[in-house]
């Protein structure tokens, strides 16, 4: 059951202070039954943050279908893999559950691809081209991985957001319990 409007502030911070700190908004879910139209995630300050400005990449990701913001990195391997995450837009502030590849896209480039953040924002689609994010990285999902066809890569990428829409889904009810 998702909620059908906002939750009172009171209720969303005592029911978030169970998991250690409030969230910088009260999550709600605009459409009965889904998660679509959520307008706000709760982040923590143990989550991991990368922030930039979206680039345009190769578009691969929309082609599969999974059409994906991009930030380039320069980071440390600990943050290679597949993430649950809250992507904020700076600009306005709005939260928005993403599944989040950080790697080298091995299946196309090899070792030798360009280390990107690749967010799938869930159930929306906004123009986010030279916006600034910040993407909370809040739960490992897997590893990176070679696949050895572009289907089994697909396969795995719906997988993964089924993964992350259930997390989403269970954010949204927990905020929204009475």
Same mark, same amino acid.
């Given at each position: 059951?998702?909620?059908?409007?906002?939750?009172?502030?009171?209720?969303?911070?005592?029911?978030? =202070?169970?998991?250690?700190?409030?969230?910088? !908004?009260?999550?709600?879910?605009?459409?009965?039954?889904?998660?679509?139209?959520?307008?706000?995630?709760?982040? !923590?300050?143990? %989550?991991?943050?990368? #922030?930039?400005?979206?680039?345009? *990449?190769?578009? $691969?990701?929309?082609?599969? *279908?999974?059409? #994906?913001?991009?930030?380039?990195?320069?980071?440390?391997?600990?943050?290679?893999? &597949?993430?649950? /995450? &809250?992507?904020?837009?700076?600009?306005?502030?709005?939260?928005?559950? /993403?599944?989040?590849?950080?790697g080298?896209? #091995? #299946?196309?480039? *090899? $070792?030798?691809?360009?280390?990107?953040?690749?967010? %799938?924002?869930?159930?929306? @689609?906004? =123009?986010?081209y030279?916006? =600034?994010?910040?993407? %909370?990285? &809040?739960?490992?999902?897997?590893?990176?991985?070679?696949?050895? +066809?572009v289907e089994?890569?697909?396969?795995?990428?719906a $997988? +993964?957001?089924?993964?992350?829409?259930?997390?989403?889904?269970? &954010?949204?009810? @927990? /905020?929204? /319990?009475?």
């Amino acid at each position: 059951m998702a909620l059908a409007g906002p939750v009172p502030a009171q209720v969303a911070r005592s029911r978030w =202070e169970n998991f250690g700190a409030p969230p910088t !908004k009260v999550a709600w879910a605009g459409r009965k039954g889904s998660v679509f139209g959520v307008s706000s995630f709760p982040i !923590k300050p143990q %989550h991991q943050v990368v #922030t930039g400005v979206v680039q345009r *990449g190769d578009a $691969r990701g929309r082609l599969l *279908g999974f059409p #994906t913001a991009n930030l380039p990195m320069t980071t440390s391997a600990r943050l290679y893999g &597949v993430w649950s /995450a &809250v992507v904020v837009t700076e600009d306005d502030g709005r939260h928005w559950p /993403a599944a989040v590849s950080i790697g080298r896209r #091995t #299946t196309f480039y *090899g $070792r030798h691809g360009q280390l990107l953040l690749e967010a %799938h924002l869930l159930d929306v @689609e906004i =123009e986010l081209y030279d916006r =600034e994010i910040s993407v %909370h990285l &809040v739960g490992r999902l897997r590893s990176q991985r070679r696949f050895q +066809d572009v289907e089994d890569l697909v396969g795995q990428l719906a $997988r +993964d957001i089924e993964d992350v829409r259930n997390w989403a889904a269970s &954010v949204s009810l @927990e /905020a929204g /319990a009475l």
